[in-house]
């Protein structure tokens, strides 16, 4: 059996919040048999099946520069989430 979004999204609020089953059912208003029937089905699905993904935001770490260095000694350091197209603007600038 497959478990719905609600079943799942209750086990893992009941897990997180470390009450005693029958504490979380009375705070949610969820039938402590029913809970308890759903929990044994959750345990039942292999482990590959029942880990969730979660988002992930990946982002250039704070040191991360762009340095552009002039034959001559010039240096610029930049952001690098500087805008692809405003480098490309400033260096069509610089030629």
Same mark, same amino acid.
């Given at each position: 059996?497959?478990? %719905?979004?609600?079943? !799942? ?23 402590? /048999?029913?809970?308890?029937? /759903? !929990?044994? =089905? ?6 590959? =099946? %029942?880990?969730? !993904?979660?988002?992930? /935001?990946?982002?250039? %770490?704070?040191? =991360?520069?762009?340095? $552009? ?8 350091? $930049?952001?690098?989430? $500087? %805008?692809?197209?405003? $480098?490309a603007e400033l260096l069509r600038c610089l030629d």
């Amino acid at each position: 059996m497959v478990l %719905s979004t609600k079943w !799942l999204q209750h086990i893992n609020a009941w897990q997180q919040s470390g009450l005693p089953q029958a504490t979380y059912c009375q705070q949610q208003a969820i039938n402590v /048999r029913t809970f308890s029937a /759903r !929990l044994c =089905e959750y345990r039942k699905i292999p482990v590959a =099946e %029942s880990q969730a !993904l979660i988002p992930v /935001r990946i982002a250039p %770490s704070v040191s =991360e520069a762009i340095i $552009l260095r002039h034959a001559k000694g010039h240096q610029v350091d $930049l952001p690098a989430s $500087l %805008s692809a197209a405003w $480098l490309a603007e400033l260096l069509r600038c610089l030629d």
